[in-house]
């Protein structure tokens, strides 16, 4: 099974990536982008999707900083 | 003392770090492969991109076959010291707590700064006088220490927070201006700055051999009491 893993900076923690595209934008002229928040996307084939839980929690998130998001 | 500087794929201080652990006593280097550490009194994770820094710095190289063997042997007490990627290593080992976080300037900055030993009474800074300062070089990307509010106060009651950059020095926006701090045990001990690098007057201060002579003592008054 392909699975998409969507892995965020937690709520809270400041994200100098998403303010520095934030900034971008307005110069670019599109006016309004608020809340940028840059994270990562993983895609991978799973045999057996029950592990995608313990694969974020062990290795493709760290969950002190990061959420995760399983896409099926 | 006998000090196994590990050497991950991607390392790149570990030569500095085996010159500077081998002017306080005899040093090897330990291949990430091996689980074997060679009786080593002491363990340095070294500065690089380990793995290529891939995912998340230190992510995967918590799970090479040598850490495996540093864990134990963190766990029977050893000593071990992460610097820079060797710190994150140790964060995502879960060996310290908290994580390393991209700098506030999303920039890499590599310059010489002021540290404040904050908790002298550790192995690692047992040679060291109570606030003083050290000047030491950083160069990192990823050095911002962050951790939850109620862990970081766990930390200041247990005195893990070990080095501190001086005050309105803070360069990559570390939480408490935290440079370095230890497990609640003392015998792991991680540090953004380099002492590694700083153990020469002529290379701009030596005040990095501090740490590894604390360890040589430390190991010296161990092996005194057995």
Redesign the interface.
Known sequence: MRARVLVRPKAGILDPQGKAVERALPALGFEGATNVRVGRLVELDVADPGDLPAMCEKLLANPLIEDYEIVA | MKTGIVRFPGSCDEVDALEAASRVGEAVLLWHADRDLQGVDAVVVPGGFSYGDY??PG??AR?SPVMEAVAAFAAEGGLVLGICNGFQVLC?AGLLP??L??????RFVCRQVECVVVNERTPFTRGCGAAERLSVPIKHTTGRY???EVVLEGMEAHGQIVLRYAPGRNPN?SERDIAGVCSEQGNVLGLMPHPEHAVDVLRGSDDGLRLFASMREHVDAARAVA
């Open positions: 995912l998340r992510a995967i799970f995502e908290g994580a976080l991209p700098n506030t300037g999303l962050h951790a939850p926006g």
